[in-house]
């Protein structure tokens, strides 16, 4: 299958700054990147969907302004959450997909575990 | 509203034994359904995809099978082995892999000797 990597795959960090988290497609041209969030023992839930070029798409709940995502070339995408708090700790895990392939399969990165003190 | 319901939450089977891991969808336009197995501290790697225009897809010791009129699909691990103990989540989405998947709530196999 392609190859997605994530940068850092663990971060610590204090309360109030910034972290920005690297996913990057290695051997294919993502043309989707998708953001995860993954609490302990639960499913994946979806942050946001960002096509290369374009603005995300948020889903509900998940505020834009703390959770910056630029995909801004086809290789790599990018996640900033900012002014971060305790209650941002969490798995954070990206996916990528291309649509030039015939079933556009989505291929995971291997997460990014933040903890917030 | 969850719209794939995955079960069981966790499974336990004997090595050697056959795994078995049910989802069912309500969305019909959905048209493609992967099957995802995940480590503790890892990402998902997908591990076995199906469409709607077959009803069973088999790669080594995984089948996918798929019944389109119950609106449901399942995973059949043949064989388990310690090895393939870790958290199975079954997805769907529209139009493949370009639209977010849906996925269910995970299932915790645990294949013991």
């Known amino acids: 299958g392609a190859v997605v990597s994530q940068h850092p795959s663990r971060v610590i960090c204090k309360s109030g700054t910034s972290v920005k988290i690297e996913c990057r497609s290695l051997?294919?041209?993502?043309?989707?990147m998708f953001w995860y969030r993954q609490f302990p023992k639960q499913s994946l839930m979806l942050m946001a969907t960002s096509n290369e070029g374009s603005k995300a798409t948020y889903e509900q709940g998940v505020e834009k302004d703390k959770f910056l995502i630029n995909h801004a070339s086809l290789t790599l995408s990018t996640l900033t959450v900012t002014s971060a708090h305790p209650e941002d700790s969490s798995f954070y895990i990206c996916?990528?997909?291309?649509?030039?392939?015939?079933?556009?399969?989505?291929?995971f990165g291997p997460g990014t575990r933040l903890t917030v003190l | 509203q969850q719209q794939v319901k995955q079960s069981p939450q966790s499974l336990i089977v004997q090595k050697g034994g056959i795994s078995i891991i049910n989802c069912a969808y309500e969305n019909t336009a959905f048209d493609y359904f992967p099957w995802y197995q995940q480590f503790p501290g890892k990402g998902p790697a997908l591990l076995i995809a199906i469409r709607p225009d077959v009803s069973e897809k088999k790669e080594g010791r995984f089948t996918i099978s798929f019944n389109k009129s119950a609106k449901q699909f399942s995973l059949h691990i043949m064989d388990s082995q310690p090895g393939d103990s870790a958290t199975y989540f079954c997805?769907?989405?529209?139009?493949?892999?370009?639209?977010?998947?849906?996925f269910g709530k995970g299932t915790r196999l645990s294949v013991i000797a």
């Open positions: 996916s990528a997909t291309s649509s030039s392939w015939v079933y556009n399969e989505q291929f």
């Open positions: 051997d294919f041209q993502a043309t989707t």
């Open positions: 997805a769907a989405s529209i139009g493949g892999g370009n639209t977010p998947l849906v």
